[in-house]
């Protein structure tokens, strides 16, 4: 089955860190972009990161440069996302999506997650 | 940034009616466009690419147009399980935007 299921998420405190994983399956995760979209509670999707099918491309919204880095293991078929200095508006439910078509550097997502809450809270 | 305006952010229809988002780019994206339908409680599930394409095993009831920058999500007869928001994402330019989102009710 084509999937990808997030983990990681947790409650934590403002300047504190965490890491979040998405585990792919089903496809040839390699060859596909993919990005990390996050959603606050009630709000609209806001784009964070994204990464090439090799890692070698990276990505970054300006709300969370210098803070977030985004990595893969395509060895293991595993998206990262280290969260360094969270702050309050962080917390979101964080979603995995992979990118709807192979290369190139223009991607929509055809595929996501169930996502993974992150609460930033003192 | 390219900024991304959806309108109407809510709007409520009858079973059959015809239904039309507008998703409206601050500059120019060309074609590279994506609509996503987004249940209560749910991931974001992708409809149209390129402005215009169909994705797989979507119902042909859901259709796209428009380039430039103005751009229309159309649900031909619109039908009980279409209750959702519905998000266009640009993807001409890092970094890639999200509209504010348009709630569609059933009345």
């Known amino acids: 089955e084509v999937q990808v299921l997030e983990s990681g998420g947790d409650l934590v405190q403002p300047g504190g860190s965490l890491r979040l994983s998405c585990a792919a399956s089903g496809f040839t995760f390699s060859s596909y972009a993919m990005s990390w979209v996050r959603q606050a509670p009630g709000k609209g999707l806001e784009w964070v990161s994204a990464t090439s099918g090799s890692g070698g491309n990276t990505n970054y919204a300006d709300s969370v440069k210098g803070r977030f880095t985004i990595s893969r293991d395509n060895s293991e078929n595993t998206l990262y996302l280290q969260m360094n200095s969270l702050r309050a508006e962080d917390t979101a439910i964080y979603y995995c999506?992979?990118?709807?078509?192979?290369?190139?550097?223009?991607?929509?997502?055809?595929?996501w997650g169930r996502g993974t809450l992150v609460t930033v809270s003192s | 940034d390219i900024q991304m305006t959806q309108f109407p952010s809510t709007l409520s229809a009858s079973v059959g009616d015809r239904v039309t988002i507008t998703c409206r780019a601050s500059q120019t994206i060309i074609s590279w466009l994506a609509w996503y339908q987004q249940k209560p409680g749910k991931a974001p599930k992708l409809l149209i690419y390129k402005a215009s394409s169909l994705e797989s095993g979507v119902p042909s009831r859901f259709s796209g147009s428009g380039s430039g920058t103005e751009f229309t999500l159309t649900i031909s007869s619109l039908q009980p399980d279409d209750l959702a928001t519905y998000y266009c994402q640009q993807y001409n330019t890092y970094p890639l935007t999200f509209g504010g989102g348009s709630k569609v009710e059933i009345k």
């Open positions: 999506a992979k990118a709807g078509a192979v290369g190139g550097t223009r991607w929509y997502f055809d595929l």
